[in-house]
């Protein structure tokens, strides 16, 4: 299965800070790369998908980029209800494998 | 609107066999492209995909866990059973079904259902 890799695990930041998580994957995903938030106690939520398309709904300081096997999640200007854990994902061939987290905490 | 529940067991004993159900609304999983998968997360740790069903039938496991998994589904009843055997107490978290469009992420998640794996 590929494995995906995040960096940094948690990350300290301010609001109004541009904040960047990156993603690794053992083996070209081509863009098949999704990007979740996720808060205590809630579902996961779909920010980016095929690597750099934003989801409908979400606000448009979340950009992803990237291809092949290193990917990048970038929020401009940091806000109060970003606080929270992000998780990227595969989802090429037969596997759908999650990154282990980045926490974005004050 | 697409919705997602998952309902199930909140106790299992160790080496019993977990089942799940998903019963969504809002799609069609007989429509080409759709799938509907398992995700689970232990408390305070991160996601793990188990498993995906699609729209012909066909399914993916997780390597890891592919002896242990079996995913099915009913058009008819709308709805997408997982079950897990020989549970392990290090099989206890949370345990979300999520819709995926053709496109493949997933773009929407039920809410979740807290399992624990306890004699």
């Known amino acids: 299965d590929v494995q995906m890799t995040q960096s940094p695990s948690t990350l300290s930041a301010s609001v109004g800070d541009r904040v960047t998580i990156t993603c690794r994957a053992s083996?070209?995903?081509?863009?098949?790369l999704a990007w979740y938030q996720q808060k205590p106690g809630i579902a996961p939520k779909l920010l980016i998908y095929?690597?750099?398309s934003l989801e409908s709904g979400v606000p448009s300081r979340f950009s992803g980029s990237g291809s092949g096997t290193e990917f990048t999640l970038t929020i401009n200007s940091l806000q109060p209800d970003d606080f929270a854990t992000y998780y990227c994902?595969?989802?090429?061939?037969?596997?759908?494998?999650f990154g282990q987290g980045t926490k974005v905490e004050v | 609107q697409i919705t997602l529940k998952e309902s199930g067991p909140t106790l299992v004993k160790p080496t019993q066999t977990l089942t799940l159900t998903c019963t969504f609304s809002?799609?069609?999983?007989?429509?080409?492209?759709?799938?509907v998968g398992w995700i689970r997360q232990p408390p305070g740790k991160a996601l793990d995909w188990l498993a995906l069903?699609?729209?012909?039938?066909?399914?993916f496991y997780n390597s890891f866990l592919k002896s242990r998994l079996t995913i099915t589904k009913d058009t008819s009843k709308n709805q997408v059973v997982l079950t897990m055997t020989n549970m392990d107490p290090l099989d206890t978290g949370t345990y979300y079904c999520?819709?995926?469009?053709?496109?493949?992420?997933?773009?929407?998640w039920g809410q979740g259902t807290m399992v624990t794996v306890s004699s």
């Open positions: 083996q070209s995903v081509d863009y098949w």
């Open positions: 809002g799609f069609s999983l007989s429509a080409d492209g759709v799938a």
């Open positions: 095929k690597a750099s």
């Open positions: 994902q595969h989802y090429s061939g037969y596997s759908r494998t």
């Open positions: 069903i699609f729209w012909d039938d066909d399914k």
């Open positions: 999520a819709h995926s469009s053709p496109e493949g992420s997933f773009d929407v």
